[in-house]
């Protein structure tokens, strides 16, 4: 049985159904991450965990248990809030014991267990100050570490590092898998940042419109999305879409306007039938781009360079075909002394093979 | 030639110049002549005695404040003074702080409506607004009759409501309310909900979110509120002159006397000075308490 398990869920506000219906199980030790764009119903999804509000129909177990009738203060979990949400007229120590106080903690014990809290988020020693005294990823760590002081069954995170810059972030970020790790604590990460899900989770629930569109292991959603929205929202894609041609020996061959007949391995095709839609979710970084050349290969296309985006690491080029239709290509760097291979408006080739593509019926 | 900085000097004095001469020769000089008058001698038929007596030596001495310290009596009213403010200040308080949440946490579009009618009172004279009391609390008004006839049912005798401690605390209570309704207001309506929800989550049930979240963080409204109501209440005159019985007479209304009716400039002066003196003392205190605990509002750095 999962340690918390989220069956039929639905929330409503008005006309507006925030959460569909959703169903998860999050195991134990797990870092479990709902992904999705601003009004997907995540974060209303987070809350009924933690008991700020409550699901219209549906249930929440935790251990097996029903938490309807559990008020907030009562629930064995806790939240990291994306305000950090630190008490201001407390110090950091202040704000750390609080839950100790509130769950009745000896006095002696309070002081031990919050310079080790402090400790944990590498913050020793800044026990005096005042949240105003300290900076942004400070107060991340000390709302983490005022959050896991109790030892909470489940920890749950909103957007926590939304409002640290970039460097900072991807800091926190190691630091955060480094602490669900030690606490063995289950994370409930709510992100619309699709980087930052896939760096950190166990599992990813890819949400959309209060639905839960794929629910996988990072890898999986990167390389096999369900869906064209979880194909489009997560990192960069080209998305062919068109009728179907051929189904046959784990092989589809799509219509593509602009392009013509593209093929694309896949364990669809036995059920994928002739004239039915599809689309082919091709990643930038599988498409090769090379100096036209006459040699004819399968899913091998001819355009000019519309438009470059050198990146640093890697060069991103925009190649459109005869018919307008734009293929993203991205091409690393990594070559000595070469920073960038084609120039806008150069006539090139880009090409892949049939199993760099992902077919998604519809 | 003058400089930017120069001009940007004269420019402030420009702006700041009027208030400043109005507070001088309106609240700082008076402040001054009525310090004189507290070391001078009463006139012959009140008022003051001339500066310099007949020899044309100075006539100043403390006989004034000898005057208050001798006779205990008048620090015995100015003690109930300071007990009627304080419970004055209380009662307000007590009664702001549900109303002020109230109206900070009301919808939005209702906000500036409700605190409308917190200041409606203010649009009606305080002299009219005194004598309403004289007759909502009057022997023949409704009031009086079911206090008296509850009273009359437990076997008591009939208690005048009017001329008493009671009229006089009920209606300082009546016209200070507002002045401790508007800053826990302003501070209550500040507060984020998500410290609340933290709060919730981390364990904390209604009272103690209430307690270690929402009272702590409300203290400098509470202090602002407490100053307005406590200083005014502390000098007033015109509610105990006329709602209060013989026993109400407090700090404000001697002070009236001696400047009205007794004419002893100077000893008036010694009880005004006396006053002042208390409540700055009292508002220097609770600043200093205030600063203790809402030190970590304040940049300690800056």
């Known amino acids: ?362 | 030639m003058a400089s930017r900085a120069d001009e940007q000097r004269a420019g402030k004095w420009w702006v700041s110049g009027p208030p400043l001469l109005y507070l001088l020769v309106f609240f700082a000089v008076p402040t001054l002549i009525m310090v004189l008058a507290s070391f001078r001698t009463p006139g012959e038929f009140g008022g003051l005695a001339p500066l310099r007596d007949e020899s044309g030596a100075l006539d100043l001495n403390l006989e004034s404040y000898q005057r208050f310290v001798a006779e205990t009596v008048y620090a015995q009213v100015f003690v109930k003074s300071v007990g009627y403010a304080l419970v004055t200040t209380l009662a307000c308080l007590l009664l702001a702080y549900p109303l002020a949440t109230l109206i900070a946490r009301s919808p939005k579009k209702y906000r500036d409506l409700l605190l409308l009618l917190v200041i409606l009172p203010f649009w009606s004279n305080f002299l009219i607004r005194i004598y309403a009391w004289m007759i909502i609390l009057g022997p023949n008004a409704a009031l009086a009759r079911v206090v008296n006839g509850a009273f009359a049912w437990f076997g008591a005798g009939p208690v005048p409501l009017l001329f008493s401690s009671f009229a006089v605390l009920v209606c300082l209570v009546y016209v200070h309310l507002p002045f401790m309704v508007l800053p826990l207001y302003a501070n209550l309506e500040k507060h984020e909900q998500a410290l609340l929800d933290a709060a919730q989550d981390l364990g904390a049930n209604a009272w103690q979110r209430f307690w270690r979240i929402t009272f702590p963080l409300s203290l400098p409204g509470v202090y602002a509120g407490a100053a307005l109501v406590f200083i005014p209440a502390l000098g007033i005159f015109a509610i105990p002159d006329i709602l209060g019985g013989p026993n109400d007479t407090l700090i404000g209304n001697l002070i009236k006397q001696q400047f009205l009716e007794t004419r002893d400039w100077p000893f008036g002066s010694v009880l005004s000075i006396v006053l002042t003196v208390a409540a700055l003392s009292l508002a220097a205190f609770a600043a200093w308490i205030g600063r203790g605990r809402a030190g970590a509002e304040r940049p300690v750095r800056a």
Not at chain 1, 124 to 145: D, N
Not at chain 1, 199 to 222: C, F, T, W
Not at chain 1, 311 to 337: F, P, Q
């Open chain 1, 1 to 362: 049985m999962a340690l918390l398990e989220i069956q039929g869920v639905t929330r409503r506000f008005g006309d507006f159904t925030a959460v569909d219906d959703v169903s998860l199980a999050i195991e134990a030790g797990e870092f479990f991450t709902l992904l999705g764009p601003s009004g997907c119903g995540k974060t209303t999804l987070l809350r009924m965990i933690a008991g700020f509000d409550l699901p219209d129909a549906g249930r929440i177990l935790l251990n097996g248990e029903d938490l309807a009738d559990k008020p907030p203060e009562a629930r064995p979990v806790r939240t990291v809030f994306q305000s950090y949400a630190l008490f201001p007229h407390m110090t950091v120590d202040g704000n750390i014991a609080f839950p100790l106080h509130m769950a009745k903690t000896p006095d002696a014990e309070i002081p031990g267990k919050v310079a080790a809290a402090l400790e944990d988020v590498r913050l020793p020693g800044f026990g005096k100050r005042y949240p105003h005294e300290l900076s942004g990823g400070q107060k991340q760590r000390v709302a983490i570490a005022r959050a896991l002081v109790t030892h909470p069954t489940v920890l749950l995170l909103d957007e926590p590092l939304a409002a640290l810059d970039a460097k900072l972030r991807e800091e926190m970020q190691l630091e955060l898998i480094g602490m669900q790790k030690d606490a063995g604590i289950t994370f409930v990460y709510v992100t619309h940042d699709q980087t930052e899900a896939l760096a950190l989770s166990h599992r990813i629930a890819v949400m959309n419109r209060g639905k839960v569109e794929q629910l996988d292991e990072p890898s999986k959603i990167y390389g096999f999305p369900r869906t064209r929205f979880v194909a489009d929202f997560i990192g960069h894609c080209n998305l062919l879409s068109g009728p179907v041609r051929s189904a046959a020996n784990r092989v589809v061959v799509v219509d593509v306007a602009g392009l013509g007949a593209v093929e694309v391995a896949t364990p669809l095709a036995d059920a994928t039938r002739a004239g039915a839609g599809g689309t082919i979710a091709l990643r930038p970084e599988k498409v090769r781009i090379e100096a036209a050349s006459d040699a004819a290969r399968g899913n091998h296309y001819r355009g000019t360079v519309s438009e470059l985006l050198y990146m640093g690491d890697v060069t991103v080029y925009r190649v459109a075909t005869a018919a307008g239709l734009r293929i993203e290509a991205l091409l690393a760097n990594s070559k000595a002394g070469r920073a960038q291979f084609f120039e806008v408006g150069d006539a090139v080739d880009v090409a892949w093979s049939a199993d760099a593509g992902h077919f998604i019926a519809e």
